[in-house]
């Protein structure tokens, strides 16, 4: 946290393909040691083959996918009395939009299937229908905040 003054955010530019801003953090996200062409190949190879099947609307459907993993609550903890306690907490919407987008990549990462792209599309087609790891991950983060209700007078 600055010390003085406000640090504004950057925008991202959107991706060259579909246009949109969430493609672009998805990509830089999933992206390792700066391999950006290698990360754009992972998202945009299941997008084109299922567009040539039939699935409309990628962006549509990560956007899906991102609305059902994001968190309405979380938990933040604090230091009271030497003890730890997990305060809920709503939190930003950029916040949650980078939860949602880091638990559908890590999720897709500890998948089963052979190969990143499968993994991956796997994942967003099982957030866009409220299932899958991703999911579970929101659902656990909902139910330590509901848990931790108790606590959350000291939200400040």
């Known amino acids: 946290m600055p010390r003085k003054g406000y640090i ?5 530019e959107p991706d060259p393909v579909y246009g949109s801003d969430l493609v672009t953090k998805f990509v830089n996200s ?20 299922r567009e040539e099947k039939g699935w409309k609307g990628p962006v549509r459907r990560c956007k899906k996918a991102g609305g059902n993993a994001k968190q309405a609550l979380g938990v933040n903890s604090r230091r009271l009395g030497g003890a730890n306690h997990h305060v809920p907490d ?23 299937e052979k190969g990143m792209i499968d993994k991956l599309t796997n994942e967003l087609l099982d957030a866009s229908s409220n299932r899958g ?10 139910r330590m905040a509901e848990a931790n209700k108790a606590y959350a007078h000291y939200r400040w």
């Open 8 to 12: 504004a955010k950057r925008k991202v």
């Open 90 to 112: 709503e939190g930003n919407a950029a916040r949650r939009n980078s939860l949602a987008i880091r638990w559908l990549i890590t999720e897709s990462r500890g998948r089963a």
């Open 30 to 49: 999933m992206m390792w040691q700066g391999k950006k062409s290698t990360a754009e190949g992972i998202f945009y190879e299941p997008c084109v083959s």
């Open 133 to 142: 790891a991703a999911i579970n991950k929101k659902e656990d983060v909902h």
